[in-house]
């Protein structure tokens, strides 16, 4: 079965500038949880939805949104973008969550210049 | 503040080797321990989890272990291949209040098999 895709794969924006990611569950999976990545951060989580509902949230500004569909694809929302918002910026499905196996995505690159 | 820790931070070693990654934390009240290995440019893959009950679980030349009390873990690969090389990252998750869970990320091992 197909796994979970994220478009688009590589972006860049300007600074102030906002920027909508997509991710695509796997068939089946409801949750979907969305992560950032940077070499100096590390992997960070920011938020997770499970059946169209922000079930669970990481310590990020406001800027950072995101919303669930009811196929249960998922979107994520950076507002008024900052120079330190350029990451590797991953999603992640699981069937249930909790302690299910998770599966990511190839990520969306994003650079804010 | 729930905290992961990884060491070493890189590791190198001969194709064909064993090898074993550390993982210390500090999150509570802790759920689950997930280890993952992640290629360059790639997502990560999972590759155990464990819950505070286990204490040891495989995935083919991949063995991890959690001793609860001490809050460390381990990951062992057998008979490294060059296809091992990547980084290996843990991850703990703590129950929150209402239900779901929290992941607190390490940064991660970057393994290299040399032939």
């Known amino acids: 079965k197909a796994g979970v895709t994220q478009t688009p794969r590589y972006l860049i924006k300007t600074r102030g500038q906002q920027v909508t990611l997509s991710c695509s569950p796997i068939s089946g999976h409801r949750s979907v949880s969305w992560y950032q990545q940077t070499p100096g951060q590390g992997l960070q989580f920011l938020f997770e939805y499970f059946s169209e509902t922000q079930r669970n949230k990481g310590n990020f500004p406001g800027r950072f949104s995101g919303r669930q569909f009811s196929n249960s694809r998922s979107e994520m929302n950076v507002s008024t973008l900052e120079l330190g918002d350029s990451a590797l910026y991953l999603c992640a499905s699981t069937r249930q969550g909790g302690t299910d196996t998770q599966y990511f995505g190839p990520g969306t690159r994003l650079t804010v210049l | 503040k729930n905290q992961v820790e990884q060491s070493p931070q890189s590791l190198i070693i001969l194709e064909g080797k064993n090898c074993t990654l550390q993982c210390n934390y500090t999150v509570s009240p802790f759920s689950n321990l997930r280890w993952y290995k992640q290629d360059t440019g790639r997502g990560p893959v999972s590759l155990t989890i464990?819950?505070?009950?286990?204490n040891t679980k495989s995935n083919g030349r991949y063995t991890a272990t959690l001793d609860a009390d001490t809050k460390q873990s381990s990951l062992h690969i057998t008979a490294s291949q060059l296809s091992d090389s990547a980084s290996y990252i843990c991850v703990v998750s703590a129950l929150s209040s209402g239900g779901s869970y929290i992941p607190t990320f390490g940064r991660g091992t970057s393994l290299i098999v040399h032939p």
């Open positions: 464990m819950t505070f009950s286990e």
